[in-house]
């Protein structure tokens, strides 16, 4: 998998600054496959100040630019998978077209089903029809291949045993992100907080503490001793 240089990297945490960065690299190299990709992803991303008519050029920018991605490189299903996503969820005034993204999903899903992305459109479809536990073997599935993207579905698969009420499910999943992917830890204290919020919180505690405890110097870790009283 391609990755992203320290500079980049920052970039992408900086909203505003990073689409325009990218978008310089794309008007640099608009041939390179995966400048075009980069913008895809970054343009539809949140940034505050911006109109609802900026926000939408912007995602219409992001489909310009995911298709261009395929058209360049065809055979990488990580370019494929965004393009589809895309094409499902953004609106048809701005380039979705549902239909259409359904049959890449469906040929990625053929052509690439046992790299990263073809697992994936197999976990999302698994999780759809609410089957659970054949949502977690993709997420297995996925682990061995990409750690980072496994440890992302786990924490989904977690979610969606939290508005179910599986507690002993939640925990398990994010215990299995945890072990993939250290920061993951913060998916605890997301679950207490929601927990809290949902008026659980004589529930939400094991969760607070288990967060502390897989990551104590974590982003998420002053959140988790406020709530358990232990500033």
Same mark, same amino acid.
């Given at each position: 998998?391609?990755?992203?240089?320290?500079?980049?990297?920052?970039?992408?945490?900086?909203?505003?600054?990073?689409?325009?960065?990218?978008?310089?690299?794309?008007?640099?190299?608009?041939?390179?496959?995966?400048?075009?990709?980069?913008?895809?992803?970054?343009?539809?991303?949140?940034?505050?100040?911006?109109?609802?008519?900026?926000?939408?050029?912007?995602?219409?920018?992001?489909?310009?630019?995911?298709?261009?991605?395929?058209?360049?490189?065809?055979?990488?299903?990580?370019?494929?998978?965004?393009?589809?996503?895309?094409?499902?969820?953004?609106?048809?005034?701005?380039?979705?077209?549902?239909?259409?993204?359904?049959?890449?999903?469906?040929?990625?899903?053929?052509?690439?089903?046992?790299?990263?992305?073809?697992?994936?459109?197999?976990?999302?479809?698994?999780?759809?029809?609410?089957?659970?536990?054949?949502?977690?073997?993709?997420?297995?599935?996925?682990?061995?291949?990409?750690?980072?993207?496994?440890?992302?579905?786990?924490?989904?698969?977690?979610?969606?045993?939290?508005?179910?009420?599986?507690?002993?499910?939640?925990?398990?999943?994010?215990?299995?992100?945890?072990?993939?992917?250290?920061?993951?830890?913060?998916?605890? =204290?997301?679950?207490?907080?929601?927990?809290?919020?949902?008026?659980?919180?004589?529930?939400?505690?094991?969760?607070?503490?288990? =967060?502390?405890?897989?990551?104590?110097?974590?982003?998420?870790?002053?959140?988790?001793?406020?709530?358990?009283?232990?500033?």
């Amino acid at each position: 998998f391609w990755k992203p240089s320290a500079e980049f990297a920052r970039f992408l945490v900086e909203g505003d600054e990073a689409y325009r960065a990218i978008k310089r690299a794309v008007e640099d190299a608009p041939g390179f496959a995966e400048y075009q990709y980069q913008l895809g992803v970054v343009a539809p991303l949140p940034v505050g100040g911006l109109n609802e008519t900026q926000l939408e050029n912007r995602l219409k920018v992001a489909g310009v630019a995911l298709k261009k991605a395929v058209e360049l490189a065809p055979q990488e299903p990580r370019y494929q998978y965004a393009y589809a996503f895309f094409l499902t969820s953004a609106p048809p005034q701005d380039g979705g077209d549902l239909s259409a993204g359904k049959k890449r999903f469906d040929d990625l899903l053929d052509r690439h089903g046992d790299t990263v992305w073809g697992r994936r459109v197999a976990f999302d479809r698994a999780a759809e029809r609410g089957d659970l536990a054949a949502a977690e073997a993709e997420a297995a599935n996925v682990a061995n291949l990409y750690a980072l993207e496994g440890a992302r579905l786990y924490l989904l698969a977690a979610g969606s045993h939290l508005i179910a009420g599986n507690l002993e499910g939640a925990r398990t999943d994010l215990e299995s992100a945890a072990k993939l992917r250290r920061s993951s830890a913060g998916g605890f =204290c997301d679950a207490g907080y929601a927990l809290d919020g949902g008026g659980r919180g004589e529930l939400a505690e094991p969760f607070w503490k288990r =967060c502390l405890e897989l990551d104590p110097g974590g982003p998420k870790a002053a959140q988790a001793r406020a709530r358990l009283g232990t500033l």
